[in-house]
């Protein structure tokens, strides 16, 4: 059954369509500020998931610190929009990188993160070409094996190599320690703190990450900030982390049911190119609310493969589902732009600034 408002939206955007409530992307905000105000940390959300300046820009007027991007060009739509304070989390190398980093870094407070040396000598470059300092946070893993240095003896050996190379500060650590990991993360991080203080260093910074650490925010002794990032939207994944409830899920991809050529199967518009293949460890590859027994299956690139065996409800041909996707932050990336909402009501259409900044 298509609801009015999924109507309207088909009339007038067509499907698939990204849409989100305001309503649910405001409490989420305001959610997730009184957590860290709660635990006594600065909130520097990460824009990886609504790529936008204005959602930034909501953030911020909540209370948050500043923003966290994971590449430069990112930084950059957020930094032209004149937000400051921006943490890129990421290894940046290269000449043209370093060119757009010292611009970056001439107008706006920027930290980086490294976690190796041949990062860190290219730094200097943007530093100099941006007239001032650069800071810099050592990136540590602490057991998601993904990037980060894997000692505290290597993340302070990196703290004082950046302390020693002209135009750069050593300004931390950035880790993004596992939910059931803190109490590994701990031990890393004040054997790594004493170390740097024993050569005359402290860390300002000391940034931990992740929507499904909600639970352990603030757990970490010295920790400064926390980096969220899904928790504007929310999706299927962080439902079944426990970060989130279906109520604060606030994006749904708008399909339609373009076909039923069998009383088990059909199809939607939205398909790898709309709710893309990462499923996130999940059955299947979003809920649809109006079916929540109907999987989606598999896709083709514009076909979504309905397996509606277990649905005690069937939709019809035209019928306009909502879904939410798996993993929302991928799902953004594919979409120019994303429909605005409140109630029944649409209020606009918000663009997707940094769509596709890989760079």
Known sequence: MTTPLAAKIAREYGTPCAVIDMDRVERNIARIQKACDDAGIANRPHIKTHKNPTIAKMQVAAGAKGITCQKIGEAEIMANAGIDDILISYNLLGEEKMARLGALNAKTRMTVAADNSTVVAGLPKAAAASGRPLSVVVECDTGRKRAGVETPAEAIALAREIAASKG????????????????????????????????????????????????????????????????????????????????????????????????????????????????????????????????????????????????????????????????????????????????????????????????
Not at 178 to 203: I, N, P, S
Not at 251 to 257: E, P, Q
Not at 334 to 349: P, S, Y
């Open 168 to 359: 750069l500060e050593f300004a931390g650590f950035m880790l993004y320690p596992t939910e059931t990991g803190w109490g590994d993360a701990q031990k890393f991080f004040d054997e790594a703190l004493a170390g740097v203080r024993a050569h005359g260093l402290d860390a300002k910074i000391v940034s931990t990450g992740g929507t499904p650490n909600l639970v352990n925010i603030g757990k970490l002794r010295g920790g400064t900030e926390h980096r969220f990032g899904t928790y504007i939207y929310n999706d299927r994944m962080q439902v079944a982390a426990g970060s989130a409830t279906w109520d604060d899920c606030a994006l749904h991809v708008y399909s339609t049911v373009v076909s039923r050529a069998a009383p088990e199967r059909g199809i939607l518009d939205a398909g790898s190119k709309t709710l893309t293949t990462d499923t996130g460890g999940l059955d299947g590859h979003g809920l649809i609310l109006e079916h929540p027994e109907a999987k989606i299956a598999k896709f083709a690139e514009e076909h979504g493969f309905l397996d509606l065996s277990r649905s005690n409800t069937r939709p019809n041909v035209g019928d306009v589902v909502r879904i939410v996707p798996n993993h929302v932050c991928v799902v953004v990336n594919m979409m120019d732009e994303v429909v605005m909402v409140r109630g029944d009501e649409i209020i606009g259409t918000l663009p997707v600034a940094a769509r596709g900044k890989l760079r």
